[in-house]
């Protein structure tokens, strides 16, 4: 299993379906499978039952799908990694790929995004900012490769990730050289 993880906007979902696409596996969305279980939206059920809550909902539904399919694609909410129980399911349970992207520029690609809540604020890029100061470590410590996603197109993307998980594969495989 190939786990995306990064910053809301970082491209986690559009790049793991294309990755999918070309390796043939299955594409998994943890928020989407998420709200398919709440009835809702993640963003209505965090405003009604807070967010111990939905952080509860979401360790418990990645715990399930990191048990799935080996040939899987896992596109993860952008706070996947805030509890450790998850951070370590992630790692152990395949390749955890982060999708590096700095504040500047994922609100460069989101502002004019309605949809999303997290730019509902006076001053979404600081909200950015502060949210990538809080995660960036633990992306950082959950993840076995990086990626810049700062110019590339989304097909150079997808090569970067099956090139890195291809030939990181290999070295994990090998005891000697964890």
């Known amino acids: 299993m190939i786990s995306l993880i990064g910053m809301p906007g970082s491209g986690k979902t559009t790049v793991g379906r294309q990755l999918a696409r070309r390796l ?3 594409f998994l969305d943890s928020d989407r499978t998420i709200e398919e ?3 809702c ?6 405003q009604r039952e807070g967010e111990d809550a939905f952080r509860a909902i979401e360790e418990a539904v990645l715990d399930e799908l990191t048990r799935g399919p080996q040939n899987a694609v896992l596109s993860t909410g952008g706070g996947a990694v805030v509890r450790a129980a998850t951070r370590l399911r992630l ?4 390749h955890v790929v982060y ?3 700095l ?7 989101l502002r004019h995004d309605t949809t999303r809540p997290l730019l509902h604020t006076d001053n979404p890029l600081e909200r950015l900012r502060g949210l990538y100061a809080e995660r960036d470590p633990l992306y950082r410590e959950t993840a076995h490769f990086v990626i810049e996603t700062g110019r590339p197109s ?3 993307l997808v090569n970067m990730v099956a090139m890195q998980v291809e030939l990181g594969g290999e070295a994990r495989s090998n005891p000697e050289t964890r």
């Open 24 to 26: 043939g596996a299955v």
């Open 37 to 39: 279980r709440i009835g």
């Open 41 to 46: 939206s993640i963003r209505d059920y965090f």
């Open 91 to 94: 790692r152990e349970r395949g």
């Open 99 to 101: 999708l590096h992207a």
């Open 103 to 109: 504040p500047e520029d994922i609100y460069r690609r």
């Open 154 to 156: 989304v097909a150079t």
